[in-house]
């Protein structure tokens, strides 16, 4: 089992970055399928991207290249750099992990954190 907490979020203006971050505490984060999740109020939540146990990321089409997902397996810590931010980008970040490989998991992952917003304004 792992925790996450999420953290990075905030406001930024349109074309501005962030780094969202989500520590994870419990086993050993290296083995989990890990991604990062967006939900807007009204609409299902959408996976942003995914990087599974050998390092090898999906990103979702929609992000065309602005957001990167890395992260530091010693330190047990997952990270989605956003860059050129738009309004649209505005909504709650999850992060999720799942010891499953990705191509099994899915959406349907077995622990998430609590979230972390993010506002773009125009």
């Known amino acids: 089992q792992v925790q996450l907490v999420e953290s990075g979020g905030g406001s930024v203006q349109a074309g501005g970055s962030l780094r969202l971050s989500c520590a994870a505490s419990?086993?050993?984060?290296?083995?989990?399928?890990k991604a990062w999740f967006r939900q807007v109020p009204g609409k299902v939540r959408e996976v942003l991207a995914t990087?599974?146990?050998?390092?090898?990321?999906t990103y979702a089409d929609s992000l065309k290249g602005r957001f990167t997902i890395s992260q530091d397996n010693p330190k047990n810590v997952l990270y989605l750099q956003m860059k050129n931010l738009k309004p649209e980008d505005t909504g709650m970040y999850y992060c999720?992990?799942?010891?499953?490989?990705?191509?099994?998991?899915?959406?349907?992952?077995?622990?998430w954190g609590q979230g972390t917003q993010v506002t773009v304004s125009s």
């Open positions: 419990g086993d050993d984060f290296g083995g989990y399928c």
């Open positions: 990087i599974e146990h050998d390092g090898s990321t």
């Open positions: 999720a992990a799942d010891p499953r490989w990705c191509t099994s998991v899915k959406t349907d992952f077995g622990y």
